[in-house]
């Protein structure tokens, strides 16, 4: 589904949504209660968000363990599987899983290195830690309190921040802000802080820039005219990547988050980027969707995370070799 427009705005529907909206906190604020976390025999990084919809945690995430196995560590990830059939605890395999039964994320994450898929993030923490795992980086996760975290990193969109600051349904949110930064480590910033998040932050804990940059890929597509689409929470960031390369994009089309293509959806813009003159493009997210014999039709683009300085990320995830 797509971010109802609301989501960004006051007004009369979200005022009208405001007692689900407590509701949706009290049934929250239960659950963190009465639930006992497991502590897991080996360090665990959370890579959440506050909002519902993609703030970049997926990219933010295998940064964090590319950095932690430049340090000695062997990183396993773990995931949701969102999107996926598993309920896990399983070990994601490329060459038997699809992102049907796993999640489109869970398969960008294990091309880096070993991914759980775990609906029970503590099954899929000790399925991890049996395999050898000497760190985990989860890949959201930060509302679920069945594992206890060593260090929780908050990914906010610095174009969009939190939106209307009001719980679901009547706003983006999937917990009051000071509640979740309670539990937090340190806020990343990804994008230029439109939002303001650094200047209203910053006195209650570290905050962190980074941004979204083009991959190793890029040079493919630079100054291309392309036809572009994406399924992804802001497939405008996207669309704004390809224009950062000098692209001429000359259609865009935005799905769902999370959309599963159809052939005959990608082979429709396949020939209207021949009709063009244009190559296909979409993002390594939604490639992963696409059903295998349609994939080679659309070139991806893939971002890496470039931390404005990495100082202060470093500094934290140090903190992990200090607790052994």
Not at 88 to 97: F, I, N, Q, Y
Not at 150 to 159: E, H, R
Not at 219 to 243: C, D, Q, W, Y
Request: hydrophobic letters at 50%.
């Amino acid at each position: 589904m797509r971010a109802p427009e609301f989501w960004d705005r006051g007004g009369l529907v979200p005022a009208l949504l405001a007692p689900a909206a407590e509701l949706y906190r009290v049934v929250g604020r239960f659950r963190q209660a009465r639930t006992v976390p497991w502590r897991a025999p080996i360090p665990v990084v959370c890579v959440g968000n506050l909002v519902a919809g993609g703030a970049g945690k997926t990219p933010v995430a295998l940064s964090v363990g590319a950095r932690l196995g430049e340090r000695g560590r062997t990183v396993h990830f773990l995931t949701r599987g969102y999107g996926g059939r598993r309920k896990g605890p399983l070990r994601v395999d490329a060459r038997r899983h699809d992102a049907n039964s796993v999640g489109d994320e869970a398969l960008l994450l294990a091309a880096a290195a070993p991914t759980w898929v775990a609906r029970d993030r503590a099954a899929g923490a000790k399925a991890a830690a049996a395999a050898g795992g000497g760190v985990i980086v989860m890949d959201d996760g930060f509302q679920n309190p069945g594992l206890a975290k060593d260090l929780s990193l908050v990914v906010v969109d610095g174009a969009v921040g939190f939106g209307n600051e009001r719980l679901i349904p009547a706003g983006p949110l999937r917990e009051p802000i000071a509640a979740a930064l309670a539990r937090a480590d340190a806020i990343v910033v990804l994008g230029a802080d439109r939002a303001g998040i650094g200047a209203r932050f910053s006195d209650r804990l570290p905050v962190l820039f980074a941004r979204l940059v083009p991959g190793p890929g890029a040079e493919s597509v630079r100054g291309r005219a392309v036809v572009a689409f994406a399924g992804i929470g802001r497939p405008e960031k996207f669309f704004a990547t390809l224009e950062s390369l000098h692209c001429e994009v000359l259609a865009r089309h935005p799905f769902a988050d999370h959309h599963r293509y159809r052939d005959h959806e990608v082979m429709v813009l396949a020939d209207k980027a021949v009709k063009l003159g244009a190559i296909l493009v979409t993002t390594a997210k939604d490639a992963v969707r696409i059903p295998e014999p349609a994939r080679p039709l659309a070139s991806v683009l893939d971002v890496t995370v470039a931390w404005d300085a990495p100082g202060p990320i470093d500094d934290l995830l140090a903190r992990l070799d200090a607790d052994g």
